[in-house]
């Protein structure tokens, strides 16, 4: 027989303690339910939900709502048994099904739907900056402009080759062919070197490729004029338009990371490009349905050019970049220097030169080489003392009536932005003395007359420049930063000459 074991249990009823004598069986068992009483007080409460807050579903099947492109759907039960009750007792249909809550879209809304997947990116226009949709529309444009001018120039070659008139084999058509292909490659690699150039003044080489492609089309549909003379011309043809492909093809990057927000940069440049290949196709296929007509060849290209070069300008024109080049740096610091007031990138993109023909006079030289900037070594030893804690220096070469920005070895980015900077503000000293100097002259003389800098002392404008740059650069920099600008990396292409060991005085 099991021992007998004492068990002390309060009762509800009773005041005291009571000793009761239970057989070991028994006392387990009174244990087991004496934990699962102290169990169950510790919990707390389970929270009862009113019958009113039960879920829909409970009602009418609904599991959940859906949103798709801004297009809502029900998932509801589908089939029989559709009420949802406590677990182990519920009652779930087979399946379920998708039900819109909005009426089918129009078969037009579904056309732009589809036609929108492939020609923007996703989450536009939230995904792009704003000024990603004109730069698009031109661009579309001037693709347009450019499959239509490649049927008459596909034409003519092929007229002026032989195979129209059957004058030459398909042999010699072939050599032909292969050699402009050729020497189209060439071209290709060759200007291929100029590397970082095509980050410097991307726009100005964009713009300038542009003009390059309509310059080799003008020279392949001059072959039909000059047939006899087809391998030269149709070689110098595709070298120019190859050229023009390497600096599209180098630009268009940079550009469209330009539009870019977060890390979408692949989804822009594929729908980008598929908005050209579309256009191209349909400027292409208007072009074969005029050329059945056998249109004057000289009024073709001239409209077709006009149409393509303006839209490459305004393609151009649109884009908004956060980077300071030369161009954008110069409309930034003449701002600064004339109002206090640094443009935005908006303001200061849409006034930046995009065409620089290499005639044109470039009053400010950054990275020169010593020989350029000082005439004689009088100048230099006058000058210097101005920029011993400087690591530049400074000057204006009156014959070439030019501001020179000299470097030395240890200059940095931010130094060679500070040289451009002041180079800017030393220009825009000399043009001042210049302007004031011929009105005065004007003035006496009662004529025209046009003052020479040879006899100008540049020397007072720079000691004032110094000074001027010591307490505005600084300024100059946070606006700049305020207005959004990337102060930080400098684009200005400063040469590569630098001052080093100089003989301290």
Request: proline content about 7%.
């Amino acid at each position: 027989m099991a021992p007998a074991m004492g068990l002390k249990r309060s009762a509800a009823a009773a005041a005291g303690a009571q000793t009761v004598t239970l057989p070991a069986p028994a006392v387990r068992d009174a244990v087991r339910v004496a934990v699962r009483e102290a169990t169950e007080a510790a919990a707390p409460a389970p929270i009862r939900v009113p019958a009113a807050a039960a879920p829909a579903v409970a009602r009418d099947g609904v599991l959940c709502l859906e949103e798709v492109d801004g297009r809502r759907f029900s998932y509801v039960l589908d089939g029989p048994g559709t009420s949802v009750k406590a677990k182990g007792s519920a009652s779930f249909g087979p399946s379920f099904k998708a039900v819109p809550l909005q009426s089918p879209l129009p078969p037009v809304e579904e056309i732009m739907s589809f036609i929108r997947s492939y020609v923007v990116p996703e989450g536009f226009p939230d995904s792009v900056t704003p000024s990603y949709v004109p730069y698009m529309s031109w661009r579309a444009l001037k693709h347009f402009f450019g499959g239509a001018m490649g049927v008459f120039t596909t034409r003519t070659l092929l007229n002026s080759v032989g195979v129209a008139q059957s004058r030459a084999t398909s042999g010699a058509v072939a050599i032909n062919w292969i050699l402009k292909d050729g020497a189209g490659r060439v071209g290709k690699m060759l200007f291929a070197r100029q590397g970082k150039k095509f980050d410097y003044d991307l726009k100005q080489l964009r713009f300038s490729g542009d003009l390059l492609m309509e310059l080799g089309a003008g020279i392949e549909l001059a072959t039909a004029a000059f047939p006899q003379l087809f391998l030269p011309m149709a070689c110098i043809a595709n070298v120019v338009k190859n050229v023009a492909a390497v600096t599209s093809t180098s630009t268009r990057t940079p550009i469209y990371k330009a539009y870019a927000k977060g890390e979408n940069i692949g989804d822009v440049t594929a729908k980008g490009e598929s908005v050209g290949n579309i256009a191209d196709l349909l400027g292409t296929g208007m072009s074969i349905l005029i050329s059945k007509s056998n249109p004057s060849l000289v009024t073709s290209f001239a409209f077709l050019s006009c149409g393509y070069l303006l839209s490459s300008y305004h393609e151009v024109r649109s884009v908004v970049l956060n980077t300071l080049n030369r161009a954008r740096f110069t409309v930034a610091v003449d701002s600064f220097i004339k109002t206090g007031h640094v443009p935005s990138l908006k303001e200061g993109n849409s006034q930046e030169t995009v065409f620089n023909p290499p005639w044109r006079h470039e009053p400010v030289a950054i990275g020169s080489r010593f020989g350029e900037a000082f005439q004689e070594p009088a100048s230099f030893v006058a000058i210097r003392p101005l920029f011993e804690d400087e690591r530049y220096i400074v000057t204006y070469n009156p014959t070439k009536d030019k501001v020179y920005a000299l470097l030395k070895d240890q200059a940095k980015p931010d130094d060679i932005l500070k040289a451009a900077f002041h180079a800017h503000v030393l220009l825009h000293f000399i043009n001042a003395s210049h302007a004031n100097l011929n009105a005065r002259k004007r003035k006496k003389s009662n004529q025209s007359y046009q003052y020479n800098p040879l006899n100008m002392d540049f020397l007072p404008h720079i000691e004032e420049s110094c000074k001027i740059v010591m307490s505005s650069y600084g300024i100059f920099k946070k606006k700049a930063r305020d207005q959004g600008w990337i102060m930080s990396e400098s684009l200005l292409n400063p040469g590569r000459a630098r001052l080093c060991g100089v003989v301290p005085q």
